[in-house]
């Protein structure tokens, strides 16, 4: 049975930082691309960042370029989403996402594998 599981998030001060870590379990997922994912209180689900299956690509949502990073352990089967100088309008449960095709990274409807999402609230 295939398992996401997302941990880090919290409540944090505004500058402040996270860093969001989703392991993967009952399978292998070193040759996709993952992504993480987020909604905000009333919003829909919105891309945040996504990584090939080496790492040698990144992608993000220009609204966090250049203050999250997102990274992967293949060995560890985990990605991560450094998060720092957050912002009130950071505020959303994150998902992390698995895509085994190749369509569009940007869109949600491209994942397969989902995990079920950390809180993370920032304060101003």
């Known amino acids: 049975q295939v398992q996401l599981v997302e941990s880090g998030g919290g409540l944090v001060q505004a500058g402040g930082s996270l860093r969001l870590s989703c392991a993967a379990s009952?399978?292998?997922?070193?040759?996709?691309?993952m992504a993480w994912f987020r909604q905000g209180p009333g919003k829909e689900r919105a891309f945040v960042a996504a990584i090939s299956w080496n790492g040698g690509m990144t992608y993000y949502a220009d609204s966090v370029k250049g203050r999250f990073t997102i990274s992967r352990d293949n060995a560890k089967n985990t990605v991560y989403l450094q998060m720092n100088n957050l912002k009130p309008e950071d505020t959303a449960v994150y998902y992390c996402?698995?895509?085994?095709?190749?369509?569009?990274?940007?869109?949600?409807?491209?994942?397969?594998?989902w995990g079920q999402g950390t809180q993370v609230t920032v304060s101003s």
């Open positions: 996402a698995v895509r085994p095709g190749g369509r569009s990274l940007y869109l949600d409807d491209s994942y397969d594998y």
């Open positions: 009952g399978r292998t997922f070193s040759s996709y691309a």
